[in-house]
T-cell receptor, first 111, second 114 residues
């Protein structure tokens, strides 16, 4: 079963604009991770935020986590055509340490 | 460093046939995962190995799917017999310790069952 639900399912923006995608989950987590998937490079880890962290930055990426609302957001600033991909949130929870992926947001960045 | 290797990249079989996928993780990564990704969905964990022991196989359809990781390095995932609904991309990933760390994914094997 999928723990995370990304919103929106699809997003189309112009190059240079910012892209924001959201993830909601159901159970308490140890950490939350964001991955990117495109046909060229497969599934790639972007950033990890722990349950006791509220915000994290990596280059043009900014991730926030609100454990009270069981939600996270990924902001990509100054988007580029190369950012076109599907973005997935994945939650690590429970004693079994299982990573559960959401349904993904398809981002298209147009020139 | 070399990434996670998988083969074959593509496979087309008829239903009721068998198929096997191979994965070679990043050197030194003790944990290995197999995921199934159906078109339009996120990856779903099938099985997780720590060295050559199974940590989690709760979502593996054991009546038709099997996996092994001999010697704690390479792994194979087998489907026998295949069903139409097994059409998906099968992803292998590895990580250093448990799943608290980031996972590194291979390119996947795209399986089509006709």
């Amino acid at each position: 079963s999928q723990q995370g639900e990304e919103d929106p399912q699809a997003l189309s923006i112009q190059e240079g604009e910012n892209a924001t995608m959201n993830c909601s989950y159901k159970t308490s987590i140890n950490n939350l991770q964001w991955y990117r998937q495109n046909s060229g490079r497969g599934l790639v880890h972007l950033i990890l935020i722990r349950s006791n962290e509220r915000e994290k930055h990596s280059g043009r990426l900014r991730v926030t986590l609100d454990t009270s609302k069981k939600s996270s957001s990924l902001l990509i600033t100054a988007s580029r055509a190369a950012d076109t991909a599907s973005y997935f949130c994945a939650t690590l929870s429970g004693g079994g340490n299982k990573l559960t992926f959401g349904t993904g947001t398809q981002l298209k960045v147009e020139l | 460093e070399a990434g996670v290797a998988q083969s074959p990249r593509y496979k087309i079989i008829e239903k009721r046939q068998s198929v096997a996928f191979w994965c070679n993780p990043i050197s030194g990564h003790a944990t290995l995962y197999w995921y199934q990704q159906i078109l339009g969905q996120g990856p779903k964990l099938l099985i997780q190995f720590q060295n050559n022991g199974v940590v989690d196989d709760s979502q593996l359809p054991k009546d038709r799917f099997s996996a092994e990781r001999l010697k704690g390095v390479d792994s194979t995932l087998k489907i026998q017999p295949a069903k139409l609904e097994d059409s998906a991309v099968y992803l292998c990933a590895s990580s250093l310790v448990g799943t608290g760390n980031e996972q590194y994914f291979g390119p996947g094997t795209r399986l089509t069952v006709t």
